[in-house]
């Protein structure tokens, strides 16, 4: 059973430009959603959350929206950086502490 | 102040052999959480432990596969008789006390695994 969904599993984006990482999720228990970001060979790193009572979280140039009745968040990159390529990983918290359910991921490459 | 250490890097094992896998979690977090990537998969939850204690092992395989986390010294994720299913990429991550879901959890950069 695949809690949180990536469907992209790839995203070409222009330097410069606004990047969108999609994912839906089927646990409506999830308390918190998180956005990992990994570079090859190494561990994820933690990136920006959002609470399940809120629609939008801000983070410099990374904001990530959350529609709970479509069931559906979004992480937003403005402006694309190169080194903003990297797999980015959704992912649902709802055990109170870092029991958390990730996606498959998406792969994101910025074009100089 | 180090980060989350993970050792070995790579470790290759044959069939039926025991790997032991090691992560010291950052300076003054005490609790630990282990995940597993299979190949071309997201990170799964493993096991969830505080110093001395299993808190939740839900995601644990219920054979071969043990962790602990003693009073001194790293945390240890034990694979018995591996089999090459078990071939993956394992992360241990840890966060500070009293950890709640927003908690930021700090990750090691893995042990892959391989079984031959």
């Known amino acids: 059973d695949q809690q949180v969904k990536q469907n992209s599993p790839s995203l070409s984006v222009q330097e410069g430009r606004i990047s969108i990482l999609n994912c839906d999720y089927t646990?409506?228990?999830?308390?918190?959603f998180l956005w990992y970001k990994k570079y090859p060979a190494e561990g994820p790193t933690f990136l920006i959350s959002?609470?399940?009572?809120?629609d939008k979280n801000e983070d410099g140039r990374f904001t990530v929206f959350l529609n709970k009745s479509a069931k559906h968040l979004s992480l937003h990159i403005v402006p694309s950086q190169p080194g903003d390529s990297a797999v980015y990983f959704c992912?649902?918290?709802?055990?109170?502490?870092?029991?958390?359910?990730f996606g498959i991921g998406t792969k994101l490459q910025v074009i100089p | 102040n180090a980060g989350v250490m993970q050792n070995p890097r790579h470790l290759v094992r044959r069939r039926g052999q025991e790997a032991r896998l090691r992560c010291s979690p950052m300076?003054?977090?005490?609790?630990v959480y282990w995940y597993r990537q299979l190949p071309e998969e997201g990170l799964k939850f493993m096991v969830y432990?505080?110093?001395?204690?299993?808190?939740?092992e839900s995601g644990m395989p219920k054979e071969r596969f043990s962790a602990e986390f003693p009073k001194e010294g790293p945390s240890i994720l034990r694979i018995q008789q591996v089999v090459r299913g078990d071939s993956a990429a394992y992360f241990c991550?840890?966060?500070?006390?009293?950890?709640?879901?927003?908690?930021?959890?700090?990750f090691g950069q893995g042990t892959r695994l391989t079984v031959v």
């Open positions: 991550a840890s966060s500070p006390p009293k950890p709640t879901g927003n908690t930021e959890a700090f």
């Open positions: 646990n409506s228990m999830f308390d918190y």
């Open positions: 959002i609470s399940s009572i809120k």
């Open positions: 992912a649902g918290n709802s055990g109170g502490y870092q029991k958390v359910t």
């Open positions: 300076k003054g977090h005490s609790h």
């Open positions: 432990l505080q110093k001395e204690n299993i808190i939740d």
